[in-house]
């Protein structure tokens, strides 16, 4: 110890409690505010996923029309065209063909699909996802219910029609 005008001054190396104590604070604040930011990304990650989908999907389907003269549906063309009527995202994977189906997209979430929805001449379709942030994209879109799709922008659903 050293003496300074009669006092004794303890030479301590180290931080107080309350030092620590405020570090661990702002640590805490910095790491909530980058895990929100990350969190409004991640879901706009997977918006531009799910729309990127529509747009493949959107080339299957008209592969599948430039051989069989009509989008998946209910019409009996006999040869490799489909004869069921798909009323759900994964009856209309099942309606493509196999090498297709490798790589026919889903949503990333688990539990979530997207839609299919065609007109009695199977001439016209419509598929839609419902995004997750309110989007410009949806600006551009189907509205209202086409072929079955509720493609509202209320809903965030975003669709996309032939």
């Known amino acids: ?4 005008g009669g006092l004794a001054l303890s030479q301590s190396k180290g931080f107080t409690l309350v030092e620590m104590l405020i570090v661990i604070a702002v640590i805490a604040i910095l790491a909530g505010v980058v895990l929100t930011g990350v969190t409004g990304f991640q879901a706009t990650a997977r918006d531009t996923r799910r ?11 008209e592969l599948y029309y430039n051989k069989c003269g009509y989008y998946p549906g209910g019409i009996d063309a006999g040869g490799d065209c489909t004869t069921t009527d798909p009323a759900s995202w994964s009856q209309l994977e099942d309606s493509m063909e196999p090498d297709v189906t ?3 997209p889903n ?7 997207y839609y299919y929805g065609v007109n009695g001449d199977r ?4 598929i839609g996802a419902e ?3 309110d989007n410009s994209v949806l600006k551009d879109d189907a509205d209202g219910t086409v072929y079955g799709v ?6 965030l659903i975003y669709c996309i029609q032939s």
């Open 131 to 133: 995004l997750e942030r």
């Open 51 to 61: 729309i990127g989908d529509l747009k493949n999907t959107q080339n299957f389907l």
């Open 123 to 126: 001439l016209q379709y419509v």
């Open 150 to 155: 509720d493609c509202a922008d209320a809903g």
């Open 107 to 113: 949503d990333p979430v688990t539990g979530r699909t």
């Open 1 to 4: 110890m050293m003496k300074h």
């Open 102 to 104: 490798s790589n026919f």
